[in-house]
C-alpha cells in the first residue's frame, strides 16, 4: 500500500526517475475508455503534464499478496488544475528481485 502511494504521489510530481523502477518494462495502463498505454507513453503523458497534476488519493482499497505478485483495487481521485475525477481501478504488481514493480493498471469504471 504504501508503494503504491508513493507511485502516485510520483506521477503527481512528475518523478520520473522513480517511476522508470516503479513500472516494469512490460507496464500496460489500460484506461476507462479503451486507450491503453504502455510504459514509454504513459511516462511521456505523465512528463507532459508536470505540473497540472495536484493530487491524486487512494480510496478503499483493498490489497491481496501471492507470494511475487499483489494486486489492488479501490477508487483513486484524481485533481488537475482543469478537471477532477473518480475511477475504480485493479492494479498488478511483481516483486522481481527484492523489488516491487508494477505491470497493469486497469482503470475499470469512471466514477461520478
Do not use: P
Amino acid at each position: 500500500m504504501a508503494f503504491e502511494k508513493q507511485i502516485d504521489d510520483a506521477v503527481v510530481t512528475a518523478d520520473m526517475d522513480f517511476l522508470q523502477r516503479a513500472y516494469a518494462d512490460d507496464f500496460r495502463f489500460k484506461h476507462s475508455a479503451g486507450h491503453v498505454d504502455d510504459k514509454a507513453s504513459w511516462l511521456k503523458d505523465v512528463e507532459k503534464s508536470k505540473g497540472s497534476m495536484l493530487s491524486r488519493t487512494l480510496e478503499d482499497v483493498e490489497v491481496e499478496i501471492h507470494d511475487n505478485i499483489g494486486i489492488t483495487n479501490g477508487i483513486l481521485t484524481v485533481k488537475r488544475k482543469d478537471k477532477s475525477y473518480k475511477i475504480q481501478y485493479v492494479r498488478v504488481y511483481v516483486k522481481k528481485d527484492d523489488q516491487w514493480q508494477m505491470i497493469m493498471h486497469r482503470s475499470v469504471q469512471t466514477l461520478k
